[in-house]
């Protein structure tokens, strides 16, 4: 049985993708195993969202090569896979095949294209959609957490961002599909969904005519209380574009209790100019007006964003109104990224300005406003009790179990192993920088 070694890179939808990559590999007699060095296949699966995740990919192979004396068979898959297709071949010496973005359902026939005598496979072609999500021994990162795509590649075309080069035009899967999948894994014991997309609130499936099903302004929100009515215990989604999100999805969160109380909306900046540069589609007026309203929803919502740092043409004044942005809003957890230029955006043919020294100091100014505003934030849970959904033993104490909350913050409380898989009521004792600590109620 031939062993396979799986490293992903980047975001929810390529973790999601290495699942049913390995799903379908192990349901074709190969084993996945997570010791890389007994690997007879190397499989990465890419980012290419800023140049320090496309590095990955150049150092891991190398790293392979230089430490098997048996080189195992290396693939590339992901985004990096689709936007620089044979010419990996030439770039990095030592990989096998390449698989892009849309056929990671065909995976296993490269493999075995490489095990018949054929150099330098590659398949770029596009996504099938007849996929069995019916598997009963589907290979997840979590028994109990499930990534469920609704929304497939990006129309917003930021100007920074590759993502609607490697991951093609925003397809909708039928409402259908996504109900089954999730009647489906609940079923098979999953207790937290999350319906993952480039932009979920995006969502607009069409009928085999081509006919837009869901009339109306937020296809999104009819879904979301179709996927409530299946009884799963949690949903979450993300990510949500900030244009398309209406007021109605915190309507159906409202309505719904196992609707989830946590929306990622990234910002990107706080300044008109620069978000009218990368196009984003909002002002930072119409950003507080929504996040304005989620804040009076009856529902405690947590609030996470993207904020980029340093983009071309970012004067000190934009970035002092993205520090504002991020006081007023107050949010409980921001990714922050320098800006990174990707060859074949338009933001890369816009002087990269701001060097990197002064990118490097927003970046720690931005973490230290944001780090206040969220200790500030997160004072609010302390003496709460909040529902933690009991994932793993913690990798810190063996003593401590780890989850995530309904506002999807990190969770550690002393506990037996018996409470994993378990929705369980901890009381917040402690607020930690990236995490909470309490004890079972
Ligand atoms: N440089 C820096 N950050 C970027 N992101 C996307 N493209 C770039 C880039 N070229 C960030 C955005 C996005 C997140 C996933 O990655 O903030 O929301
Ligand atoms: Fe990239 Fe913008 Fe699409 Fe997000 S919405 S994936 S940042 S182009």
Redesign the pocket.
């Known amino acids: 049985m031939k062993k396979v070694y799986l490293e992903t890179f980047g975001?929810q939808m390529n973790v999601s993708d290495s699942e049913r990559v390995a799903t379908s590999l192990a349901a074709s007699g190969f084993e996945i195993t997570s010791i890389q060095d007994s690997a007879d296949i190397v499989l990465i699966n890419t980012c290419s969202?800023?140049e320090k995740a496309e590095q990955k990919l150049y150092n891991t192979v190398g790293e392979i090569r230089n430490s098997r004396l048996v080189k195992p068979v290396v693939g590339v898959m992901g985004c990096v896979a689709q936007l620089e297709g044979e010419t990996l071949f030439k770039k990095i010496a030592g990989i096998d095949f390449v698989v892009g973005t849309r056929a990671v359902g065909r995976v296993v026939h490269a493999i075995e294209k490489v095990y018949d005598g054929v150099e330098q496979v590659s398949d770029l072609g596009e996504r099938e959609n007849d996929y069995d999500w019916s598997v009963n021994d589907a290979q997840r990162h979590s028994p109990y957490v499930a990534f469920v795509p609704i929304i497939e590649g990006c129309n917003k075309f930021c100007t920074?961002?590759?993502?609607p080069f490697s991951r093609g035009r925003e397809v909708s899967l039928p409402a259908s599909t996504i109900v089954r999948h999730v009647l489906e894994l609940r079923r098979q014991g999953a207790k937290e969904i999350h319906l993952i997309g480039q932009n979920v609130n995006s969502y607009r499936p069409k009928t085999d005519s081509g006919m837009e099903l869901f009339h109306g302004a937020t296809p999104f929100s009819r879904l979301l209380r179709a996927v409530a009515a299946t009884g799963i215990e949690r949903i979450k989604f993300n990510?949500s574009f900030p244009r398309d999100f209406h007021p109605d999805i915190i309507d159906a969160i409202n309505e719904n209790e196992n609707l989830c109380n946590w929306v990622h909306l990234?910002v990107?900046s706080g300044s008109d100019r620069v978000l009218k540069r990368m196009k984003r589609g909002h002002t930072i007026d119409s950003y507080f007006k929504k996040i304005d309203k989620l804040k009076d929803s009856a529902r405690d919502v947590a609030l996470t964003t993207?904020?980029?740092v340093g983009f071309p043409g970012e004067t000190e004044a934009d970035f002092e109104d993205t520090k504002r942005a991020v006081e007023y809003c107050g949010f409980d957890m921001a990714?922050i990224?320098?800006?990174?230029?990707?060859p074949g955006?338009p933001?890369f043919e816009m002087e990269d300005d701001v060097t990197l020294g002064e990118k490097k100091l927003r970046f720690i100014e931005l973490e230290r406003v944001q780090k206040e505003s969220q200790n500030k934030r997160l004072q609010r849970y302390l003496g709460k009790k909040v529902e933690v959904l009991a994932e793993r033993v913690s990798s810190r104490s063996a003593d401590d179990i780890t989850g995530h909350s309904t506002c999807h913050k990190l969770v550690n409380f002393q506990g037996s192993k018996d409470l994993i898989g378990k929705l369980v009521d901890v009381r917040i004792r402690e607020i930690k920088s990236n995490s909470l600590f309490g004890e079972v109620c």
């Open positions: 975001c969202v800023r920074y961002c590759i993502v990510t990234p990107q993207d904020i980029i990714y990224f320098k800006y990174s230029p990707r955006t933001a």
